[in-house]
């Protein structure tokens, strides 16, 4: 089966792909399902019923996910395309440990498929700027950031799967950060993750930006693996055509070799596995 478990539309305030262009065009790919998981960033970003003068990044409008407007349409292509492809309710969550609160609300709102949890900026300041990263070492930032995942998982469950769990690594000018470092943060966190029935996501991205591992790496992978972690997706974090569905089959190929045997897709929060 070809799924894509992490796409983003123009609900997501970094993308202009229509929601149903991405459908359209995922059929037109021969895709069997994919998932739709918008941003939500909240310390970052307001919602918009609260926005009173909308701030815009890049002529885009800085602000979560329109829920209301964004579940009428996705339950309404979901049926107008049953026939042709399986599309799943889900949504990225960009967390921090202060913003829990307003992601459990959320989470009792509209009924999920799919959470992907991700950590997208820590202390409310961003990767991709330098912001977190400013000011710090890098055995500070790349130790904070994992700090910051780690109580997360402690604290929150209402999640399916880590997202690109080293995502730091493709906004640090400082190069790669060794392994063996941060190797017993990253496996407490695996732990949890596993004991708690969670996974964690492939994300297909890496080819794109070119990074020279995979994401997350072949280490974590190995590690996940070793530790009995069975839940895997994948997604291509698409916000493009050129991006939908990209090297999902090759990376299917690549956890074969890392000793996986299967992947997952969802439906209502419930993972189910297919053969590698």
């Not at 829920?67 to 960009?94: A, C, H, N, S």
């Not at 202060?98 to 961003?126: A, C, G, M, N």
């Not at 700027?129 to 070492?137: I, K, V, Y």
């Not at 890496?206 to 997706?233: E, Q, V």
Request: glycine letters at 6%.
């Amino acid at each position: 089966m070809y799924c894509d478990y992490h796409v983003h539309t123009d609900y997501s305030d970094d993308s202009t792909y229509l929601i149903e262009d991405v459908i359209k065009d995922a059929i037109d790919k021969g895709i069997d399902e994919i998932c739709i998981t918008d941003h939500v960033d909240y310390g970052i970003k307001d919602d918009w019923e609260e926005v009173e003068i909308m701030i815009y990044r890049d002529g885009m409008p800085l602000a979560n996910v329109d829920y209301p407007r964004w579940e009428k349409e996705l339950t309404g292509l979901q049926q107008v395309y049953q026939d042709q492809i399986k599309i799943k309710m889900g949504m990225e969550f960009g967390m921090q440990v202060h913003t829990i609160h307003q992601y459990q609300k959320l989470f009792q709102r509209y009924p999920f498929d799919f959470i992907i949890l991700s950590v997208h900026q820590v202390e409310d300041k961003e990767f991709w700027t330098q912001d977190f990263q400013r000011g710090r070492t890098q055995q500070e930032y790349i130790e904070r950031y994992y700090q910051e995942m780690l109580e997360l998982v402690k604290i929150y469950k209402d999640y399916s799967v880590l997202g690109h769990m080293d995502l730091i690594v493709r906004y640090d000018e400082n190069g790669l950060y060794p392994f063996e470092r941060i190797k017993p943060m990253i496996q407490e966190i695996l732990k949890i993750v596993i004991e708690d029935g969670k996974g964690i996501e492939v994300n297909t991205s890496y080819h794109r930006y070119g990074l020279n591992d995979m994401t997350p790496s072949r280490d974590i992978l190995r590690l996940y693996n070793k530790l009995g972690g069975k839940i895997i997706t994948i997604g291509s974090d698409s916000h493009k055509k050129e991006h939908l569905g990209a090297y999902i089959e090759e990376t299917k190929d690549e956890l074969k070799k890392l000793g996986f045997e299967y992947y997952c897709t969802y439906e209502q929060m419930r993972p189910f596995f297919h053969k590698l």
